[in-house]
């Protein structure tokens, strides 16, 4: 993104904070629904869950060898998993966040949920080289103040020989406001992008081939993804509720003022929308074997 212009400065300071520390998560039935939206949206996005170029790889192994192991890491409301489980009925799936709160607690028999903390803990000793397919998803705003390197190195721990990584993202550097007609004025979108931007600390995720080979990771597939047209205002919807709950998390660290002035800009976002304005967000899928 390039604007010089300056940002409003309390809001300014509750997304300075997001972006430099782990910010006080919501398991309430908010961000269960804006993660499940999240899901559905991506899935139709993509037409995937688990993507073209490793599903048949891993279900050529002749059926008499142990079932595959497949994890979700970071797993939310665990859709993912339930999804795969239809797809892949003797697998073994593994949920695995550092806060089970949201997970469905009706499972299917193939499906498993515990609690570990990717950002932080070592990886524990019985899931080393465990899995065939290890999925995540929107890990960026979550690694605001981590160690990249560290994290990406417990994922390559958590693979077999030969297994798959597949790194579901959103592309923070090509995001912006999209407009049906040049003529559109958008400031309250502008700036919600601008600040979500944060000055490209998040523009990383269009690297992340590279940043997984230099830690051992081969890269096969680097696909980006664009808004299709029927998806649009479905995304924007998403968007917004995303920056409804980043402005929630800023009021649980204290400051009130910058929260009011996001949920204004939300709040005007929505009529910039309805007239020809959208808050867009490319994603991108990697896959690496280890």
């Known amino acids: 993104m390039a604007d010089n212009q300056p940002s409003t400065p309390s809001a300014a300071e509750g ?21 499940n939206l999240q899901h559905f949206l991506w899935r139709e996005s993509f037409q995937f869950n688990i993507h073209p170029s490793i599903l048949p790889r891993i ?3 002749p059926p008499s060898e142990a079932p595959l192991n497949i ?40 499906i498993a949920f515990r609690e570990w903390d990717l950002f932080q803990n070592p990886v524990p000793p019985d899931l080393v080289g465990k899995y065939d397919l290890i999925h995540v998803r929107s890990l960026a705003m979550r690694l605001a103040g981590k160690d990249l390197k560290s994290v990406i190195g417990r994922l390559y721990q958590l693979l077999k020989p030969g297994g798959y990584l597949q790194w579901d993202e959103s592309d923070y550097k ?23 931007h944060s000055d490209g600390r998040h523009d990383w995720t269009i690297a992340l081939p590279q940043l997984l080979g230099e830690e051992g ?25 995303t920056l409804d709950e980043f ?11 910058a929260a009011a002035q996001i949920f204004k800009m939300v709040s ?23």
């Open 15 to 35: 997304f300075q904070l997001l972006n430099s520390q782990n910010y006080p998560a919501n398991y309430g039935y908010r961000e269960a629904n804006r993660l």
């Open 71 to 110: 994890a979700d890491i970071v797993c939310g409301t665990g859709l993912w998993l339930m999804d795969v489980a239809r797809e892949l009925p003797k697998a073994q799936l593994d949920g695995l966040d550092i806060n089970l709160a949201l997970a469905p607690r009706e499972l299917p028999s193939n």
């Open 217 to 241: 990771f081969q890269t096969l597939v680097n696909e980006h993804f664009d808004d299709k047209p029927e998806l649009v205002t479905a995304f924007h919807s998403l968007h917004l509720l």
């Open 59 to 61: 279900i050529s192994s």
């Open 247 to 257: 402005a929630l998390a800023i009021i649980r660290m204290g400051k009130h003022e």
């Open 174 to 196: 090509n995001m912006g406001v999209a407009k049906t007609e040049p003529a559109v004025t958008a400031p309250s979108l502008t700036e919600l992008a601008k600040l979500w």
């Open 268 to 290: 005007d976002g929505i009529e910039e929308h309805r007239q020809g304005a959208t808050l867009s967000i490319p994603r991108l899928v990697v896959v690496a074997t280890k």
